[in-house]
C-alpha cells in the first residue's frame, strides 16, 4: 500500500472514531432515564440495560481527545444530537502532528465543524478564504468522502450516516469480549467501568450497511494500515448513562487513542448548514487543490 493512502486509511479511522465516539456516548435527559445502577449487574446485563438508556439519547455536551501517532493529535469540543443522522456543532483544534502543522500553514490551527445529517462542514481561515473565492466553509458531503478510500471511505460514510448514540455499547456487545475493570469516580460521579476488545472489520459488517466488496476492501486496508482490532473501555454512572469512552488501536503508523467525556444531557443543539453563498464543496475543491481540500477535513491524501 502507497504511503499516502495507508495515512488516509489510518486517519479515516481516527476520524469514525473521533465522531462517532461522540455520538455514541451520548447521554439523556435526567427525567428520561431508565436505567439501574449498574455496578451489582453482570457486564452483559449491564451493557443491555446502558444501551436500552442510551437508546433514549437526545443531546449532550462533548469533549474528546484524538490522537494517532505523529499524524495528528486533535481535540473536539461542542454539543451533538442525533436521531435521523448526527447533527451538531464542535470546535476542533489540531494540537500536534503532521496535519496540525499543515492547519497552521493553512492558517487553521482551529475551526468551527457543522455535523448535519447529509454532510460536514468545516470552517477554514481567512487566508483559506482569499484563495477560494471569499468562501470560509467547506462541505463535505458524505457521499464525497466515500469516494476516497475504498472500503474504508464507504466505512467512514456509513458510520457518520447511521452511527445510534448506543453505538460503543453495541461493540462490547457484539464483540463477546467484554469484563468488568472496576468502579472509579469520574468527572465526580460514580461509575462502573468496563473493557473488552473488538474486530474493526467484523463489526463494521454488522452494526453498518456495507457491501460484501466494500467490507473486504475494508478488511484489506486495515490490515495494511496496521490495525485489524481496538480496546473499547466505557464507564457507566448509576443511571444506566455513559460518560466516558476511550478506543485503543495499534497501527502501521503509531498508536491510536481516542478519549471522550459527556455531561450536560439533553442540551438543546441547533444546527444549520452555513449559507451558500460562503461554502465551497469538496469536490470542487479536489478538482482544483487536492491539498487544501484534505487539509480542511481532517482526513490526509
Known amino acids: 500500500m502507497k504511503s499516502t493512502t495507508a495515512r488516509q486509511v489510518a486517519l479515516s479511522v481516527a476520524l469514525v472514531a473521533a465522531l462517532t465516539g461522540v455520538a455514541a456516548c451520548g447521554s439523556q435527559k435526567a427525567d428520561k432515564a431508565v436505567g439501574k445502577s449498574v455496578a451489582h449487574l453482570t457486564p452483559l446485563a449491564a451493557l443491555r440495560s446502558a444501551e436500552q438508556s442510551t437508546d433514549k439519547a437526545e443531546s449532550a455536551k462533548v469533549r474528546s481527545t484524538t490522537t494517532i501517532g ?15 443522522g448526527l447533527k451538531g456543532n464542535l470546535t ?19 475551526m468551527q465543524a457543522r455535523y448535519l445529517p447529509d454532510a ?40 457518520m450516516q447511521n452511527t445510534t448514540p448506543n453505538q460503543s455499547v453495541k461493540l462490547l456487545l457484539a464483540s463477546g469480549d467484554v469484563k468488568k475493570a472496576g468502579e472509579e469516580t469520574v468527572s465526580g460521579v460514580h461509575t462502573t467501568h468496563y473493557s473488552g476488545t473488538v474486530d474493526v472489520a467484523d463489526l463494521a459488517g454488522k452494526n453498518g450497511n456495507l457491501s460484501a466488496g466494500q467490507l473486504a476492501d475494508l478488511r484489506k486496508q486495515l490490515s495494511q494500515a496496521g490495525v485489524t482490532t481496538e480496546t473499547v473501555d466505557i464507564w457507566i454512572n448509576d443511571q444506566s448513562l455513559l460518560v466516558k469512552k476511550t478506543e485503543k488501536a495499534q497501527m502501521a503508523t503509531g498508536a491510536m487513542t481516542s478519549t471522550a467525556y459527556y455531561s450536560d444531557y439533553g442540551v438543546q443543539v441547533t444546527a444549520v448548514a452555513p449559507p451558500a453563498s460562503d461554502t465551497k464543496d469538496f469536490k470542487d475543491l479536489m478538482k482544483s487543490s ?3 481540500a484534505a487539509s480542511g477535513s481532517g482526513i490526509s491524501s
Open 290 to 292: 487536492t491539498g487544501n
Open 92 to 110: 476542533i483544534t489540531y494540537t500536534g502532528g503532521k496535519l496540525a502543522e499543515a492547519m497552521r500553514k493553512a492558517g487553521t490551527a482551529s
Open 120 to 159: 460536514y462542514y468545516a470552517k477554514m481561515s481567512e487566508q483559506f478564504a482569499q484563495q477560494s473565492g471569499g468562501k470560509h466553509w467547506i462541505r463535505y458531503a458524505y457521499d464525497d468522502l466515500a469516494k476516497l478510500g475504498g472500503g474504508s471511505g464507504a466505512y467512514m460514510k456509513d458510520q
Open 70 to 84: 505523529d499524524a495528528m493529535s486533535m481535540t473536539a469540543n461542542g454539543a451533538l444530537t442525533w436521531g435521523g
